[in-house]
């Protein structure tokens, strides 16, 4: 069982920056390829980043690419996602997930574990 439990979000105005941060429980936070979803009000949940098991493979959705960021600190057990260039469509409760053993993992099924959710909202 892992329990992950995100921070950092708030409000910032457009083109601002945030650092969400997700921290896991258990011993074996290496074997799980960790991801970033969003859900905007009226939305389905949508793939952002993840990050392989060694933090060596990264991949992001297409809108957020060359602004966001996500790697991962295996020695404690966290994963971060630097949002930067933020636009107001980027509003959204953020969601950390992690994946056993996945391998470019970009789909909600893939994952084992969700966090409760962070809130971003980017003003205009």
């Known amino acids: 069982q892992v329990q992950l439990v995100e921070s950092g979000g708030g409000l910032v105005q457009a083109g601002g920056s945030l650092r969400l941060s997700c921290v896991a429980s258990?011993?074996?936070?290496?074997?799980?390829?960790m991801g970033w979803f969003r859900q905007a009000p009226g939305k389905e949940r949508e793939f952002v980043a993840t990050i392989s098991m060694s933090g060596s493979n990264t991949y992001y959705a297409d809108s957020v690419k060359g602004r966001f960021a996500i790697s991962r600190d295996n020695a404690k057990n966290t994963v971060y996602l630097q949002m930067n260039s933020l636009k107001p469509e980027d509003t959204a409760v953020y969601y950390c997930a992690a994946a056993w053993r996945g391998v470019q993992a970009r789909r909600s099924r893939e994952y084992n574990y969700w966090g409760q959710g962070t809130q971003v909202t980017v003003s205009s």
């Open positions: 258990g011993r074996t936070f290496s074997s799980y390829a």
